[in-house]
């Protein structure tokens, strides 16, 4: 038996080639970068989400408002058209049903 073989080497935070500080810190300006980054490319593309400054700009609120009523014409519409074609496939079926009907009585 080997001298000092019970004893293991225990792993100290400090003893590793990064420190958790180190590690942090890394993982932090990396997020801050992607940050900034993702801004910039957000302000050239015209896509930055305005904050509140605009929330009580009477243009502002009117153009939602125009924009929610167009949204629901659009969905009333497609509510509409969806009905209607939900009443064409059951007058199909029953048009099916009718026919499948018949024809068992024309076989007896």
Known sequence: MQIGAEYKRV?????QH???????MRFFTIALF???LSNVFAWYHGDRVALADDEYDPEAIENRQQIAKEYMAREKF????????????IE??????????????FNE
């Open 11 to 15: 792993s100290y935070p400090c003893d």
């Open 78 to 89: 497609r509510r509409r058209i969806r009905e209607e074609i939900a009443k064409e496939e």
């Open 92 to 105: 199909h079926k029953y048009r099916r049903e009718k026919i499948r009907r018949a024809m068992e009585s």
């Open 18 to 24: 990064i420190t958790r500080y180190q590690s942090n």
């Open 34 to 36: 992607f940050c900034i």
